[in-house]
């Protein structure tokens, strides 16, 4: 069956990074893509990026351009989403999930909905 | 970027009753590229509906979805206890993909 067990929770402070990590299990991981969302403490659910297990090819949300990276290791079917100079209001609980995409034309689009999705890591971001 | 909106914010209703869920997108959501998800506390969304009005896998045919261009609706047939979450629609005909703020539906 197909899971995603993300890494566990972390604390960190204010400037420092910190880097999820999503392992894939029962499905192809080059095969399919994966996808970042975060939650804030009671709020709804905001979408990071993206990113091709194939070939890295990487999709980020405007507002977290320069800051985020995300990577995969196809060794180990884990995927990786490294967040850097974090702040207060990165405290959150971060998802991973697995997506289709195509490609066309030049670019890359998901075609599917987030089919299967990690059980979340908290982050707090605290001095 | 294509914004959603959910209403209501908050349904109250009884075990057995029919929820009407509606998401309207501030523009046309390419290819009814249109999902809903369920989520209840503490626990990761799942995934009900795709493409607008294909249920995912395992999905109890109580739950289904239709509409296109900009108005979407996500119908319980008749709510179970188990049925009680925060439902959020998504599109990701467009990048960015984008989530609505939810629909609670709780006991009444």
């Known amino acids: 069956q197909v899971q995603l067990v993300q890494s566990g929770a972390d604390v960190k402070k204010p400037g420092a990074s910190v880097k999820v990590s999503c392992k894939a299990s029962g499905y192809t991981f080059t095969t399919y893509g994966i996808s970042w969302m975060r939650q804030a403490p009671g709020q709804g659910l905001d979408w990071m990026g993206w990113i091709s297990a194939y070939n890295g090819n990487t999709s980020y949300a405007q507002n977290l351009q320069g800051r985020v990276t995300m990577t995969t290791d196809t060794s180990t079917s884990t995927a990786y989403m490294e967040l850097r100079s974090l702040r207060s209001d990165d405290t959150a609980v971060y998802y991973c999930a697995r997506i289709e995409y195509y490609y066309a034309a030049g670019s890359y689009y998901i075609s599917s909905g987030f089919d299967y999705w990690g059980q979340g890591t908290l982050v707090t971001v605290s001095s | 970027e294509i914004l959603l909106t959910q209403s209501p914010g908050t349904l109250s209703l009884s075990p057995g009753e029919r929820a009407t869920l509606s998401c309207r997108a501030s523009q046309s959501v390419s290819s009814s590229y249109l999902a809903w998800y369920q989520q209840k506390p503490g626990q990761a969304p799942r995934l009900l509906i795709y493409?607008?009005?294909d249920r995912a896998t395992g999905i109890p045919d109580r739950f289904s979805g239709s509409g296109s261009g900009t108005d979407f609706t996500l119908t319980i047939s008749r709510l179970e206890p188990e049925d009680f979450a925060v439902y959020y629609c998504?599109?990701?005909?467009?990048?960015?993909?984008?989530f609505g703020p939810g629909t609670k539906v709780d006991i009444k």
């Open positions: 493409g607008a009005s």
């Open positions: 998504q599109q990701y005909g467009s990048s960015p993909p984008t």
